[in-house]
Structures are given as C-alpha cells and as structure tokens.
C-alpha cells in the first residue's frame, strides 16, 4: 500500500497539454496568453472583478494589503486561526498585528468578537488600517456580516480564501466578499499550479497591484521607476496548468465532499470523534476533512497523528493559531481560547481528490483502531 497523504496534487484533465502548449509557444516568461488566461478563467469563476496572477498566495496577500493603502505604523487585524502567512504578509508592510479569535460555527473570525475589539477601537481612535478575514479549510466566514461591520467604520476587508477556492457563502464566492481577495496554487490546496497566486477585487486596485508586481516599470522605452517594485507574477507555464486544474474544480470538489461524507459515516460510532461544523448559510469547497478529538478519548492530535504515520497515513494537527507562535508572541490578542481548543482537539485527515474509496475506508479503520485499542 502507499503512503496517503493529506492533499496531494491532483492533475486529471488537460493540464499537460496546456503546459506543453505554453512551452511550444516560447513564452516562457511571466507573461503570455496562459497568464492572461488563467485570469480570466478565475474571473470568470468566481464572479471577482478583476484578478491578477501572481507567485504565490502570500504575494497576493502582501499586493492586497499595499494597494489597501497599509503601511509602517498602521494596524491590521487577522484571524489567529490560520496558517502563518496572512500574518507575514502584514509583517511585511511595517504595520503591527492584532488577532482575533474563532468562532465554533465556522471556526473562522468571530463576528461578535470584531464588533466589539471595532467599537473600542473607533472610540480610541484606533482603527485597523485593514481586516484580514481567512476562510479556514475551505469554509468562509460570517462574511456578509464582517464585511458589514468594516464598511460601517470604513476598514478595507482583505480576504484570505487561498484555502477555498471553490467554496461560497451566502450563495457568493470566496474571496469575492472583500474588497481585495487571495487566492494559493500551492502544491497542497485545492487546486495547485505547483506554486502561484492570483489576487482579486476593485479592478483599480487589482491594476495596481498588476503594476507593481512587475517591478513597478513605467510604460517607457526605457526603465524607469516611480515606486518600489517587487518581482511576483506567476509563470506562463504554471498559469497554462492552473487553467487546466480550474476547468475540474468542480468534480475535484464534489469528490472532496463525497470523502468527507465517507468519513462522516466510516467513524459516526466512535466515541469521541467529531467533525468541523459546515455552517449550512456557505457551501465549503471540502479541501479538507477535520475530526476533532474529545479529551475523553485519551489520545491527542499528536498521538493519533503519529498512530497514522506508522501506517503511512499524513495527517496533521489543525493550525497551531497565531497567537500561540513564539514570533507573535507580543501581538494583542482578541479572545483566543476557542482557537486553543481547536488546534489541541483537531486533527486534518488525507483529503485528496484522488483518494479511492479504498483510501478512505483504510484511514477509517486506522483512526477507529488508534481510538479503541487505546
Ligand atoms: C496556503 C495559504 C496561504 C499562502 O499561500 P502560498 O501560495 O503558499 O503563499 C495563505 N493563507 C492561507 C490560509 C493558506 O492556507
């Protein structure tokens, strides 16, 4: 048997082809039609605005927040429940971090919590320059009601949904309910390019962020600069693969949801065992399946990670927060204990598209033995 792992890539359909057209054409640069492409299959997608392909969905999140007008001295407010790039990417802008706890219907900012660190805030006159909201494992946030609360105080919504491509809320799509919105093509999320990004949102500031990802160039013959730059488009090749990986995006989710169903049936009678709430006002895009462990089981995330590791299974721990990082360990927190109790009682199972049912039936047997033979 070989090692599952927890979401591997997943290429099914034309993206070889479409690599080695790109290759054929010579742009072998970023830019060509694949890149022009890609953006325009994720607009037409998602219902974005505008988009902009870019290196990475941490390039894409850094761009979000300068066009947002952040800088050195501002704050930015981000959920603490996620993985750790969001919080770099404000890092880099010289702005300072605030992190705002989960709530337990989506595991993803706590509205309640916002609107009250907001109100606080505006009456010390402290606003954050920017909220980052993240919809955590391919489920979105309250987002209707956080974008509200921000456009009453006039803050920029940034959203992360580098993790739910696919996914909607309220019928809308993720990453379309801020004003700027990420998205990742790493190798591990939905769909990948093998590494790249694209950001979405008010087409002014997407061009802007098109303008300064190319190392800010003016349209001249020659070079010259006005601004800063940075070096962050995405490759004409990878762009060829990640239109290829789009056009299956919709079976890569129905088979993501199929599994999480497999695994809701395959451990319904195992004490203890529970599943991440899917908040029936979204659609998640199912990238990946969590079960969260009752302290009556005995076991630990990192107990039952490493019973499945000795069968050649990945799973992990859910995201250590934020707030619990040594290199953030002087950033405010806003609440941060129901973030705690997820990443101590989560655990990711192997959630890839291409798992067999097969697959899915041998984690369940390894996660059922791991919790009754103690
Ligand atoms: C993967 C991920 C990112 C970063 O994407 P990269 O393409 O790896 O830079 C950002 N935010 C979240 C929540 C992620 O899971």
């Not at 907001?118 to 979105?140: K, T």
């Not at 490759?235 to 693969?241: P, T």
Request: aromatic letters at 8%; proline letters at 4%.
């Amino acid at each position: 048997m070989g090692r599952l792992y927890l979401s591997p890539p997943d290429m099914s359909g034309s993206e070889r082809e479409r690599l080695l057209q790109a290759f054929d054409s010579n742009w072998i640069t970023t830019m060509g039609a694949a890149v022009d492409g890609f953006e325009a299959d994720v607009v037409a997608f998602t219902g974005a605005e505008a988009a902009v392909a870019l290196a990475s969905g941490t390039a894409a999140l850094h761009l979000a927040l300068v066009v947002a007008g952040v800088r050195s001295g501002d704050e930015v407010w981000v959920s603490t429940l996620t993985f750790a790039a969001p919080a770099n990417a404000v890092v880099y802008t010289g702005a300072s971090l605030r992190f705002i706890d989960s709530d337990r219907t989506t595991w993803n900012m706590d509205p309640e919590l916002l609107a009250a660190a907001l109100a606080e805030a505006a009456a010390a006159d402290r606003l954050p320059a920017a909220v980052i909201v993240v919809d955590i494992y391919g489920q979105c946030a309250e987002l209707d009601r956080i974008g509200e609360l921000c456009d009453q105080y006039g803050v920029a919504v940034v959203e992360d949904a580098a993790e739910a491509l696919g996914a909607t809320w309220q019928g809308r799509s993720a990453g379309t309910w801020g004003r700027l919105g990420a998205f990742s093509f790493n190798g591990n999320k939905i769909i990948t390019t093998g590494g790249g990004g694209m950001l979405v949102g008010d087409a002014e500031l997407v061009d802007r962020a098109r303008y300064l990802s190319q190392q800010a160039r003016q349209p001249v013959l020659h070079y010259e600069h006005v601004d800063v730059g940075y070096n962050y488009r995405l490759s004409n090749l990878l762009a060829a693969v990640g239109s290829g990986q789009l056009a299956e995006l919709p079976g890569k989710i129905e088979r993501r949801h199929a599994i999480n169903r497999a695994y809701r049936a395959g451990l319904a009678d195992v004490d203890g065992v529970d599943f991440m709430p899917w908040d029936d006002r979204g659609s998640p895009n199912g990238w990946l399946t969590l079960i969260t462990l009752d302290p009556s089981t005995g076991l630990t995330p990192h107990e039952l990670c490493a019973a499945l590791e000795s069968q050649d299974i990945e799973a992990r721990p859910a995201w250590k927060p934020m707030h619990l990082q040594p290199v953030f360990a002087d950033v405010p927190t806003v609440g941060g204990e129901v973030a705690a109790e997820l990443f101590d009682r989560g655990v990711c199972l192997p959630s890839g598209s291409a798992m067999t049912d097969d697959d899915v039936d041998r984690v369940v047997e390894a996660v059922t033995g791991a919790l009754t033979n103690g």
